[in-house]
């Protein structure tokens, strides 16, 4: 069998369950061997699967310089003049927050360059090898610098992709985007958006969504209370806030449920502490990827929403469909290649407590006939577009031909 060297993060130090399931249909195809960029600790771990490999990351802490200490390495460094061809090109010079950033992005791929482990498993590696890098950050960001005769893939999801979400500059990625056999997107807006954003370097592209599981249909309520559902990390860019704003507006019996937690959690609960008599809110800070799945194939569920300011392709909003409820989510990334008309209503990006509230109530107080139409057709794509064993066998099968 072919061998993959599989670049995350994190993982498996962080449970991140559409990854375990990846690697868990890869693995009866491949040899897998796991090689976290950095080592962190986090509440829920994955569970680690018989027959893969898992190596210890390549830096137990990645070192935080000081911004001046690193400069001065960059500087002083063999690849200097490679460094500095990307900084005259994107005049890096002229900005502050660029500077920093290519400084930052350098230094670490000084540092990946000289990692022993790395060095090893890019010159040991050979054709029948494939390099995938689960993300256009982190380990990836050394492509380029460090040579190998392996195949290598890189996947593009959100943070990793989109330079309007890093101060609108990504370093060193026309270096990445030359010394890849095939950049992988989760969605189709993100693989337009790299290709205009990079019209003059060829390079082959591959759509290969993501996806989930079905664990069966979530339940309508029936008892008077219309029910709520949102899920991500209580972060800024995620705007829970902007949902309990709106939530708390609403005239009629509301309960909604917010899964996950996040930096901002305890200002989330100190924002939903007085409530309207008719409003009931229950924040369940973080829970393991089995919960969510769990959640709504056993509980009532009327409307999931996503209020996020930018996204790839939302798990979130796929995990909502494959149990038939329907989603109000903002229009950024991929979100309208699940969203639309047919399965819920795309919302400007520029959302507001107010509009959100109005939006709550019209489809509040739609006609049940099309509500169910809705949830049917959620349903349908997320079986057409987000079967989780459908586009990972069709990835199996684009790996296996590389």
Not at 90 to 110: D, G, M, P, Q, R
Not at 240 to 249: C, G, N
Not at 285 to 303: I, M
Not at 363 to 370: A, V
Request: charged content about 25%; overall charge positive.
């Amino acid at each position: 069998m072919k061998k993959i060297i599989y670049f995350t993060t994190y993982y498996p130090n962080r449970d991140v369950q559409w990854k375990t399931d990846e690697i868990k249909i890869l693995s009866k195809h491949f040899n897998i061997e796991i090689i976290p960029f950095e080592n962190k600790n986090f509440e829920h771990k994955a569970e680690k699967i018989k027959g893969v490999k898992y190596s210890s990351p390549l830096f137990n802490v990645f070192h935080k310089k000081d911004i001046r200490k690193k400069l001065l390495r960059v500087i002083f460094s063999k690849y200097i003049l490679n460094f500095l061809s990307e900084a005259i090109q994107k005049k890096v010079f002229f900005s502050k927050t660029k500077l920093i950033l290519w400084t930052e992005t350098a230094y670490k791929i000084l540092k990946l360059s000289k990692n022993k482990k790395l060095k090893s498993i890019f010159s040991n590696a050979d054709e029948k090898t494939i390099f995938y890098f689960y993300w256009g950050k982190e380990t990836s960001e050394v492509l380029g610098f460090l040579k190998t005769k392996a195949k290598i893939i890189v996947r593009y999801h959100g943070y990793d992709l989109y330079e309007e979400r890093n101060s609108n500059y990504i370093s060193f990625r026309k270096k990445q985007l030359k010394n890849l056999d095939y950049a992988v997107f989760v969605s189709e807006q993100g693989e337009k958006y790299l290709k205009n954003k990079y019209p003059n370097i060829k390079f082959k592209t591959k759509l290969s969504r993501l996806g989930t599981h079905s664990y069966g249909l979530a339940k309508q309520s029936d008892d008077g209370v219309f029910r709520i559902v949102s899920c991500s990390s209580v972060i800024p860019l995620k705007r829970v806030w902007l949902i309990a704003k709106a939530i708390i507006m609403l005239k009629f019996k509301t309960e909604w449920t917010h899964i996950g937690g996040g930096n901002d959690f305890e200002e989330l609960k100190k924002q939903t502490a007085n409530l309207p008599r008719n409003i009931k809110i229950n924040l369940t800070g973080q829970v393991s990827a089995n919960d969510v799945p769990n959640y709504y194939a056993n509980k009532r569920v009327d409307l999931f929403i996503n209020a996020s300011t930018t996204e790839g392709l939302p798990v979130s909003v796929m995990e909502a469909f494959a149990a038939g409820i329907p989603a109000l989510a903002t229009d950024v990334g991929g979100t309208s290649e699940l969203v639309n008309s047919s399965t819920g209503k795309l919302l400007p990006a520029d959302l507001t407590p107010n509009i959100l509230a109005k939006e709550i109530t019209r489809f509040k107080n739609q006609n049940s006939e099309h509500t169910q139409l809705l949830r049917k057709n959620a349903f349908v794509k997320f079986e057409n577009v987000v079967d989780f064993e459908k586009n990972t066998n069709m990835f199996v099968e684009f790996l296996k031909f590389l």
